[in-house]
């Protein structure tokens, strides 16, 4: 079984540390090298070639949204997935922009991030609802795709509310009782029809079209 090879990348030793080991201890994760800052994580990144970096934002010397642009400009096939303390909605849209796969907080759980962690490397995005639904408008194309949601499948419309709710593609399958490979197919359709690249766009243009409610609503209500 081939192994997920990650680069760590955080100004904390005590915390890097705790996480590689917590990361040991699954058969299919790898630690192959830390780094405490950008810098640092660009020049292991090119000797080592990760299948995905772990990366904080707020690091001394090079930050992590400056360390995500220069990786994946020189390395555009690796993963970068942000692991911080911070839940603005800048850094959140600059961490997208420059090109990280996804955007996951330290209070996670543990299965959790390991849950994460297999599902970037599958090609999902690691991405919770709340953070999801706060993207609003930095992500939905301001094309044809506002309008063309009526165009949509009833199946098409319950794989993209899914998808916004967080569900993988393994979880859709088994909720709607299709097959993992038509849950593919489905997405592609919907990508095709909405003009939208991948699965943050198309959870946000979810909410932003009702086909989901906004959890902030929820937690309101």
């Known amino acids: 079984m081939d192994r997920i090879r990650v680069l ?5 030793t005590l915390f890097r540390k705790g996480l590689a080991s917590l990361l040991q201890t699954q058969e299919d ?3 192959v090298g830390e780094a405490s800052n950008g810098i640092e994580a660009l020049k292991k990144a090119r000797t080592l070639m990760p299948d995905l970096i772990l990366m904080d934002i707020y690091m001394p010397k090079c930050n992590g949204l400056d360390a995500t642009k220069m990786i994946k400009n020189e390395m555009p096939y690796v993963k970068i997935v942000m692991l911080t303390v911070s839940d603005s909605d800048q850094s959140l849209f600059e961490a997208i922009k420059c090109g990280a796969q996804g955007y996951l907080l330290k209070n996670l759980e543990p299965f959790e991030l390991f849950n994460m962690i297999r599902s970037v490397f599958r090609g999902e995005a690691p991405i919770s609802s709340p953070l999801a639904a706060r993207i609003l408008n930095e992500f939905v194309s301001k094309n044809s795709a506002r309008d063309s949601h009526g165009t949509l499948t009833q199946r ?13 593609n393994k979880e859709i399958a088994y909720r709607l009782k299709i097959s993992e490979n038509t849950v593919k197919n489905h997405l592609r359709n919907i990508m095709e029809k909405l003009h939208l690249q991948n699965r943050v766009q198309l959870a946000v243009f979810a909410v932003k079209k009702g086909l989901v409610k906004d959890t902030q609503d929820k937690d309101q209500s």
Do not use: F, N
């Open 8 to 12: 760590l990348v955080d100004d904390h």
């Open 29 to 31: 994760i790898e630690v």
């Open 156 to 168: 098409e419309k319950e794989v993209l509310t899914l998808i916004a709710e967080g569900a993988s």
